[in-house]
Structures are given as structure tokens and as C-alpha cells.
């Protein structure tokens, strides 16, 4: 069964610190995704990567960042969080040629 | 820029009646054509898909209809019933991208028993 695991479904963190979100799927494939989801602006891309250490910006990168070290895993950083960065993160990964997204769970963040 | 737009925002029915959403995109070359289904606190899971070689493809009581020439593309529900009340999302890959999807802003269908 096709599995996409995000590393929390809720978090709560203050303007300023750190973030990091991860995810991970064990479909050995080669693209992963990060949206960002916020009611009436339907899911934005934030960044991918189709291979291990390739990541390129999709259309609201600004204030993100990511990393992806291993084929599995792609993480989301937001180095200063933001108040406007409260929203729902969604992870996504493909196989490049099938096309079809399999999402994860999502992470509900707040940023007091 | 590539662009997907969805209509309705809202869309509410009586069980039983059908459900039509709409989507229109900007590229024409653009060749798959997914819906996402995503339901109260769950993930958005695919639903159906077209590819540009095929005009219809059915499923049940599921169904979506593309035109490329007026780009544009359909998903049909018959029979709703009170499950298929959820957010559903149409998306476009377009040509030259890494399997990106851009999605439409969404359809809060709402089936009223």
C-alpha cells in the first residue's frame, strides 16, 4: 500500500523559530512535493525535487526552504516562522512518467 | 503562466441529483488531467484521470469529459449521496514541467440527504 508519513499532524510554533517539517515515502520515488493549503487559494506549490539533492521553487517559495538528502525523505524549513505562515502543509511524491500525486496527511501549523 | 481555473466554488445538491464541476486550463499542451477527492481532515486522494488521447472516461458513477479544443475538462457525479460531500480538486500537468501539477482553487460539494 502506498504510504506518505508527515513527521506531526499538528504543531504550534512561535513567530521567529525554526521549523521543520518532514516527509517521507516509501514508494521509492523519484519526485516529491510541498504545497501549502489555505481555504479558497487551493494548493500551492511551495518547492519539489524530481531527484536527491535537486530542488527547485514552485510558484511561493519566499520565506521556505528544503532539503532532501535521501530519496525517501524531503524536508520543509521555515528558518524565521512567520504569523503568515500559519496554514495547512501537504506533502506529495511521484513516480516520474505515472503522473499521479499520492499526498500525505497534511501538518496543521500555527505560528503564535 | 499556467493556470487552472475551477467553477463552482460552492456547489450543493439533493441525493440523488447529479454534480457537474468545471475546469478550464491555460496551456494547451498540457496532456493529463487528474481529480482529487479530499474529505473533512483527510488527505486529497485521486479520484479519476484523463490523458489527452481520450475524450470521456467512466468509472462508476464518476465520469470526466475533456475538450481540448475549448480547454476544458468535466467531472460528472451521478446519484450523489451524502459520501461524495467533500472539496474536490481538478489539476493539469503541464508540458515541460517535472510532474507538477497545478491545481484548481477547489469545489466544496455538499449533498443534501
Known amino acids: 500500500d502506498v504510504k506518505v508519513t508527515q513527521s506531526s499532524r499538528y504543531l504550534v510554533k512561535r513567530t521567529g523559530e525554526k521549523v521543520f517539517l518532514e516527509c517521507v515515502q516509501d514508494?521509492?520515488?523519484?519526485?516529491m512535493f510541498w504545497y501549502r493549503q489555505d481555504p479558497g487559494l487551493g494548493l500551492r506549490l511551495i518547492y519539489f525535487s524530481y531527484d536527491v539533492k535537486m530542488k527547485e521553487k514552485g510558484d511561493i517559495p519566499e520565506g521556505y526552504s528544503v532539503s532532501r538528502e535521501k530519496k525517501e525523505r524531503f524536508s520543509l524549513i521555515l528558518e524565521s516562522a512567520s504569523t503568515n505562515q500559519t496554514s495547512m502543509y501537504l506533502c506529495?511524491?511521484?513516480?516520474?512518467?505515472?503522473?499521479?500525486?499520492?499526498f500525505g496527511p497534511g501538518t496543521r501549523l500555527t505560528v503564535l | 503562466g499556467e493556470n487552472v481555473e475551477q467553477h463552482p466554488s460552492t456547489l450543493s445538491v439533493q441525493e440523488g441529483d447529479s454534480a457537474v464541476i468545471k475546469c478550464t486550463y491555460s496551456d494547451s499542451a498540457s496532456n493529463y488531467f487528474p481529480w482529487y477527492k479530499q474529505e473533512l481532515g483527510k488527505r486529497p486522494q485521486l479520484i479519476i484521470d484523463i490523458r489527452s488521447n481520450v475524450g470521456e472516461k467512466k468509472d462508476q458513477r464518476i465520469a470526466v469529459t475533456l475538450n481540448k479544443t475549448a480547454k476544458h475538462f468535466s467531472l460528472h457525479i451521478t446519484e450523489t449521496q451524502p459520501e461524495d460531500s467533500a472539496v474536490y480538486f481538478c489539476a493539469a500537468l503541464f508540458r515541460g514541467s517535472q510532474g507538477n501539477l497545478i491545481f484548481g482553487k477547489g469545489t466544496k460539494l455538499s449533498v443534501k440527504p
Open positions: 506529495a511524491s511521484s513516480s516520474t512518467g505515472r503522473d499521479e500525486q499520492f
Open positions: 514508494m521509492d520515488h523519484e519526485n
